[in-house]
């Protein structure tokens, strides 16, 4: 699955859950723990979420 589409994925399921961690997220994705978490530094840095311990939320 490309980047993208795995970002939109989580920003999808935030929509849902407002807060999700990276277990979770690795699951669904069905990727690995540092590409979730590329994922997620790439949407942080574009301002649409915010890392938090263990997981992620909507900004």
């Not at 929509?15 to 994922?39: F, K």
Request: hydrophobic content about 40%.
């Amino acid at each position: 699955m490309i980047p993208a589409k795995r970002q939109q994925l989580i920003l999808t399921a935030l929509v849902e859950r407002e807060l999700i961690s990276i277990t979770e997220l690795t699951e669904l994705l069905g990727v690995s723990h540092v590409t979730v978490r590329r994922d997620i530094q790439k949407l942080e840095q574009e301002g649409c979420v915010l890392s938090v311990s263990g997981g992620v939320q909507l900004s």
